[in-house]
């Protein structure tokens, strides 16, 4: 509980460091959400032009996109320069943050706290009239509504310990951007649709290596389809759980091999 306690406190510094650029703060908010709108409505007018593509029609596909856009702003929110690790190791900030009385992480998730506005009023919108479609067509019902919630934690957690994963081999090899673009943005990219479109090998990548295939499309397919079973979605919790771990386990080794600037 201190330790929750402590990361509130940074968070509202964070927040209050941040609001001191209002005009910057909201304008880059309504950016975001211009960006993440044009995005979807060029995949909308492709998909506009079939009734489905492999089984999933434009509003499972919605449901795809909103689902791990609203993750990754969950995530990006609490964590956000957990991706940014690269400026603490280039510069050496990452020194300053080693001498703090709270754990490195915490003290990591708490600089530039970034509430990301505009992607969770797209993403919600986005989500809102795809279950509200699906639900007059009887194709899921209300109880896609909580889960879908739980879906969104999941993710948010299951991106969080992709993207610590990745920033951790930067005490490593330091400069980790390229290797971000791989794991966190183009892998994130392919979940915005159906994982059917992919070969094998790849579907395989994104489901073990990379595993962000369980952030939306493996949960989805017992919420808007029903497959598997119940069992589906406590089975993903538990993955996450002990990926998660993992991830939190190789950012502790990679501290003991940190090695400053010297600056």
């Given at each position: 509980m201190n330790t929750l306690r402590m990361y509130v406190l940074l968070i509202r510094a964070s927040i209050r460091s941040r609001m001191q650029y209002k005009f910057n703060f909201w304008l880059s908010t309504l950016l975001a959400a211009v960006v993440n709108a044009t995005d979807f409505l060029l995949i909308s007018i492709i998909l506009w032009k079939f009734d489905n593509i492999q089984e999933w029609s434009l509003y499972d596909i919605g449901y795809l996109y909103s689902t791990i856009l609203l993750s990754k702003a969950l995530y990006r929110s609490f964590a956000n320069d957990v991706h940014h690790l690269e400026k603490y190791l280039v510069s050496g900030d990452l020194d300053g943050l080693l001498i703090r009385p709270v754990p490195v992480l915490l003290a990591l998730m708490s600089q530039n706290f970034r509430p990301m506005f505009g992607e969770c009023i797209q993403g919600g919108i986005i989500l809102t009239l795809c279950l509200s479609h699906m639900m007059?067509?009887?194709?899921?019902?209300?109880?896609?509504?909580?889960?879908?919630?739980l879906i969104l934690v999941i993710g948010a957690a299951l991106l969080f310990a992709i993207g610590l994963g990745t920033a951790t081999f930067g005490f490593w090899i330091t400069r980790i951007s390229d290797l971000q673009n791989l794991t966190e943005d183009a892998a994130?990219?392919?979940?915005?649709?159906?994982?059917?479109?992919?070969?094998?090998?790849l579907r395989t990548v994104l489901l073990t290596l990379i595993p962000v295939g369980m952030a939306n499309y493996i949960p989805a397919l017992y919420v808007l389809r029903g497959e598997f079973g119940w069992w589906l979605l406590p089975g993903v919790m538990l993955f996450t759980v002990v990926f998660l771990g993992l991830m939190l386990r190789f950012w502790k080794l990679g501290l003991t091999r940190y090695q400053s600037t010297g600056s």
């Open positions: 007059s067509i009887g194709q899921v019902t209300w109880l896609a509504v909580p889960l879908t919630l994130r990219t392919a979940v915005q649709y159906p994982m059917d479109l992919y070969p094998l090998w």
